[in-house]
């Protein structure tokens, strides 16, 4: 088993950063896959980053805006240059096999 606490929920005007964290704890260790999500109006929950072992992949609308890391239990998103675009719940996630661990979600708002 595998918990996960998000926290950075806000509020921003557009061109402003925040800074998620996620907490993980249980059956962890330094090379499962974790990632963000989000889930924007209207939309499917999708992709943002992921983190494995040291290697990143960013979804294409958030490229050279935000970056991801991983220092011991906790998953970062550092997210700098948001646009109203941005705006959705965040979750932080992680899972391997048929094992799948959500976070709660934390809303982030960007207003134009």
């Known amino acids: 088993q595998v918990q996960l606490v998000e926290s950075g929920e806000g509020s921003v005007p557009a061109g402003g950063s925040l800074r998620l964290s996620c907490v993980a704890s249980?059956?962890?260790?330094?090379?499962?896959?974790m990632a963000w999500y989000r889930r924007t109006p209207g939309k499917a929950r999708d992709l943002v980053a992921s983190?494995?072992?040291?290697v990143t992949m960013y979804a294409d609308s958030v490229k050279g805006r935000f970056t991801i890391s991983r220092d011991k239990n906790t998953l970062y998103l550092q997210m700098n240059s948001l646009n109203s675009e941005d705006t959705g719940v965040y979750y932080c996630?992680?899972?391997?096999?048929?094992?799948?661990?959500w976070g709660q979600g934390t809303q982030v708002t960007v207003s134009s």
């Open positions: 996630y992680t899972g391997w096999g048929r094992k799948e661990y």
């Open positions: 249980g059956s962890i260790d330094n090379y499962m896959f």
């Open positions: 983190f494995q072992s040291g």
